[in-house]
């Protein structure tokens, strides 16, 4: 069951992050996708993702996170990948082996 929701977050991860590349504009950096056990999502018994949109500490960070057309260009981009899993796991009601053998 564990190893279910961590394929299933990986998958969440990945599609989240292909919406949010492909909806912000001039975005360049394409952060590789990591693992690991944050205390946050510990203990969780469904799928989940941390998002990390930037570091208020760095200047071209706290720059886009402050821009209204880049964070409403983000959120669109989580939303979008967010349903694309959505309508992913009812067409394969409840995801089937396929959708991780891909």
Do not use: W
């Not at 990591?34 to 760095?58: H, W």
């Not at 402050?66 to 309508?87: H, P, R, S, V, W």
């Amino acid at each position: 069951e564990v190893v279910q929701y961590q394929q299933e977050s990986r998958h969440l991860a990945r599609l989240v992050t292909d919406g949010v590349f492909n909806s912000l504009t001039n975005y360049t950096v394409r952060q590789e996708l990591k693992s690991d056990r944050f205390f946050v999502l510990k203990g969780t018994l469904m799928p989940g993702i941390l998002i990390e949109a930037g570091f208020i500490s760095n200047k071209k960070d706290l720059k886009f996170l402050t821009n209204e057309k880049k964070l409403e260009q983000l959120c669109m981009g989580i939303a979008l990948g967010i349903k694309k899993y959505i309508d992913e796991f009812h067409r394969t009601e409840g995801f089937t082996s396929e959708v991780f053998t891909q």
